[in-house]
Structure formats: C-alpha cells, structure tokens
Antibody, heavy 122, light 108 residues
Framework: EVQLVESGGGLVQPGGSLRLSCAAS????????MNWVRQAPGKGLEWVSY????????YYADSVKGRFTISRDNAKNSLYLQMNSLRAEDTAVYYC???????????????WGQGTLVTVSS | SYELTQPPSVSVSPGQTARITCSGD??????IYWYQQKSGQAPVLVIY???KRPSGIPERFSGSNSGTMATLSISGAQVEDEADYYC???????????FGGGTKLTVL
C-alpha cells in the first residue's frame, strides 16, 4: 500500500524555522519526483516546491524562494522541507505529493499524504 | 505568472450534470488535470491529461479541453460528489506548477 506520512508541523513564531519530513512507503521512492503543496486555512491549493528523483533539479514557488529548501534522502525513503524566516502567511497544511511518470505518461500529484499543519504566530 | 481561473461555486441537483470550468492562456499547449478534495481530506486525482480517468474513478467523471477552456463534467452527480475541485497545469516558462483557485461543488 502506498503511503506518504508527513510530520514536523507545529506552532512557530514569525521569523522562526521548521523542518518538515515525509516518509514514503509502498513504492520505489527513488523512482518518483516529489513535491510539497500547501493549503492555508479555508483557502485553495498552492504548490510550494518540486524535486527530481536524484535531487539535482529543484523548483520553488516565488512565495517561498530563498526561504524554503526541499531535499530528499532516497536511502531513507524520505522527503524534507526546511522552512526558514517563516511568516504568518506560511500558515497552512503542508502536503507531500508524488509525481507519476512512465513511458510518456506524466501524472503530477498522483498520490498525496494527509498533511501536517504549520502555524506561524506569536 | 500563469493563472488558471475557476468559478468559486457550482450547484446542481442530484442526477443532473455538473460542469466546472477552468480557463487560462494557451491551454492547447498543455494538459489539464483535475483534483477532488472532500472536506478534511487530502486531494485525489480524478482526471489526468485533459480527459483520462485514473483507475477507481467512476465513469460519471469526464474531462475536456477546447484550447481556451477546460471542463470537468460529472454526469448524474451524486451527493457524495460534493467537494472542492481544482484544475492544474504547468507554467512552461518557468516549470512552476499552477492550481486554479478551486470550485466548491454543491449537490442538493
């Protein structure tokens, strides 16, 4: 069974840092591109960051570029998001989601975790 | 930056066809994907590459892309289809991933 389990969320003060983790199981993690997507309370989905299978290609949304860092450890089947200089507007549920790509078929976000809540407040 | 525009809400009676639109520039040059998010749950893919249904998604879900507008149709909508629906595509100018603002579907 495919599973993505996020952890590391919590309450943090503005300007603080937090590191999110996503533990993957039930599939060959190293073969899948991965993403972080967030959803502020009562708002829509916002893509945050993407990382290729080997980690050599990375993209960030403009809203987090320079403050967030995505990484992965294929040996540990884990995805990470280091979040620095956090702002109130970063308050959201953060989801990890995988991209499926095989033989010319590309399906972004074909499977999602259940999310972890990050609250930035003093 | 690239934007996808959806109506905030759509309402239908059970058994009717619900249509949710997604508009954006140059849709002929890209695929549109649709995600369903029920209250308190993670999103689920319901349509990929404009019109294909993943395994396990009911046949009443279908998609189309005319080039100026993509549409998610739910034929014979059921109460269990009540959810927020998001379209998605890629901004090929910078490889950024873009969601539409979401549409709340009410079936009652």
């Amino acid at each position: 069974e495919v599973q993505l389990v996020e952890s590391g969320g919590g309450l943090v003060q503005p300007g603080g840092s937090l590191r999110l983790s996503c533990a993957a199981s039930g599939f060959t993690f190293r073969s899948y591109e991965m993403n972080w997507v967030r959803q502020a309370p009562g708002k829509g989905l916002e893509w945050v960051s993407y990382i290729s299978t080997s980690g050599n290609i990375i993209y960030y949304a403009d809203s987090v570029k320079g403050r967030f860092t995505i990484s992965r450890d294929n040996a540990k089947n884990s995805l990470y998001l280091q979040m620095n200089s956090l702002r109130a507007e970063d308050t959201a549920v953060y989801y990890c989601a995988r991209d499926f790509s095989v033989r010319g078929v590309s399906i972004p976000f074909d499977f999602w975790g259940q999310g972890t809540l990050v609250t930035v407040s003093s | 930056s690239y934007e996808l525009t959806q109506p905030p809400s759509v309402s239908v009676s059970p058994g009717q066809t619900a249509r949710i639109t997604c508009s954006g520039d140059a849709l002929t040059e890209k695929y549109i994907y649709w995600y369903q998010q029920k209250s308190g749950q993670a999103p689920v893919l319901v349509i990929y590459e404009d019109s294909k249904r993943p395994s396990g998604i009911p046949e009443r879900f279908s998609g189309s892309n005319s080039g100026t507008m993509a549409t998610l149709s739910i034929s014979g909508a059921q109460v269990e289809d009540e959810a927020d629906y998001y379209c998605y595509s890629t901004d090929i100018s910078n490889n950024h991933k873009v969601f539409g603002g979401g549409t709340k579907l009410t079936v009652l």
